[in-house]
C-alpha cells in the first residue's frame, strides 16, 4: 500500500477508511478504483482540505448541503459540483468511526449482521461499515438528490437535453 502525507480527491475516489497507525495516530485508508494509500491525516482532514482545494471551506459547503436538502446532520458535501465528486459521512464526521463514501462509485447497499452494511462498489471492492443498510440507503439517495440539484441549477442537465433531447436523456441515466 502506497504512503502519502496528503491526498487529492479525484473521480476515482470510492472511500475514505478512518484506521489507527502503529502509533495511535488516526489516519485514512483512501480506496480508489484500482489503487489503496494510506494518508497520515484523519479522513475529515482530508475532506476539509479538498473543500478548500476545489474552491470553497467545508463549513460553506455543509452550510448550503443543509439549506439545500433541509437537513441538520449527517449532510452530504458537494466536493467539486463541476466534477460531479459528492461524498456523505457514515457517521458523525467528527467521530474517529467514520467512512466517508462517494457517489458514482455505490453499487449497492446490502444488510451485514444485526446493525451493520457492506458498501459494494462498482468496481466489485466492498467495505463493511457500522451504520444500517437502511439507513445508509436514505443518506445515499439523499447525496443523490444533492446532486441533482446541483447538477440542475448549474445547466449541465439543459446542455444535455439540447443535444440529445430529453427523452434521449433520461434513457441514458
Given at each position: 500500500m502506497k504512503k502519502?502525507?496528503?491526498?487529492?480527491i479525484g473521480k476515482k475516489t470510492q472511500a475514505l477508511e478512518p484506521r489507527y497507525d502503529q502509533y495511535g495516530n488516526l489516519c485514512t485508508i483512501v480506496?480508489?478504483?484500482h489503487e489503496t494509500y494510506m494518508v497520515?491525516?484523519?479522513p475529515k482532514q482530508i475532506i476539509e482540505e479538498n473543500c478548500s482545494f476545489y474552491g470553497c471551506d467545508y463549513e460553506g459547503r455543509?452550510?448550503?448541503a443543509k439549506q439545500i436538502l433541509g437537513l441538520k446532520q449527517m449532510v452530504p458535501i458537494p466536493l467539486s459540483v463541476a466534477l460531479g465528486v459528492y461524498t456523505?459521512?457514515?457517521c458523525s464526521p467528527d467521530s474517529d468511526k467514520c467512512f466517508w463514501l462517494f457517489l458514482g462509485h455505490i453499487k449497492k447497499i446490502e444488510k451485514y449482521g444485526q446493525k451493520s452494511a457492506e458498501v459494494v462498489f462498482t468496481s466489485g471492492q466492498s467495505l463493511v461499515v457500522d451504520v444500517h443498510k437502511d439507513?445508509?440507503?436514505v443518506r445515499h439517495a439523499k447525496m443523490a438528490l444533492l446532486h441533482y440539484i446541483l447538477t440542475k441549477r448549474t445547466g449541465v442537465y439543459e446542455?444535455?437535453?439540447?443535444?440529445?433531447?430529453l427523452s434521449?436523456?433520461?434513457r441514458l441515466l
Amino acid at each position: 500500500m502506497k504512503k502519502a502525507m496528503s491526498y487529492q480527491i479525484g473521480k476515482k475516489t470510492q472511500a475514505l477508511e478512518p484506521r489507527y497507525d502503529q502509533y495511535g495516530n488516526l489516519c485514512t485508508i483512501v480506496h480508489e478504483l484500482h489503487e489503496t494509500y494510506m494518508v497520515t491525516k484523519s479522513p475529515k482532514q482530508i475532506i476539509e482540505e479538498n473543500c478548500s482545494f476545489y474552491g470553497c471551506d467545508y463549513e460553506g459547503r455543509l452550510k448550503s448541503a443543509k439549506q439545500i436538502l433541509g437537513l441538520k446532520q449527517m449532510v452530504p458535501i458537494p466536493l467539486s459540483v463541476a466534477l460531479g465528486v459528492y461524498t456523505m459521512p457514515t457517521c458523525s464526521p467528527d467521530s474517529d468511526k467514520c467512512f466517508w463514501l462517494f457517489l458514482g462509485h455505490i453499487k449497492k447497499i446490502e444488510k451485514y449482521g444485526q446493525k451493520s452494511a457492506e458498501v459494494v462498489f462498482t468496481s466489485g471492492q466492498s467495505l463493511v461499515v457500522d451504520v444500517h443498510k437502511d439507513t445508509l440507503e436514505v443518506r445515499h439517495a439523499k447525496m443523490a438528490l444533492l446532486h441533482y440539484i446541483l447538477t440542475k441549477r448549474t445547466g449541465v442537465y439543459e446542455k444535455w437535453e439540447s443535444r440529445l433531447g430529453l427523452s434521449e436523456l433520461w434513457r441514458l441515466l
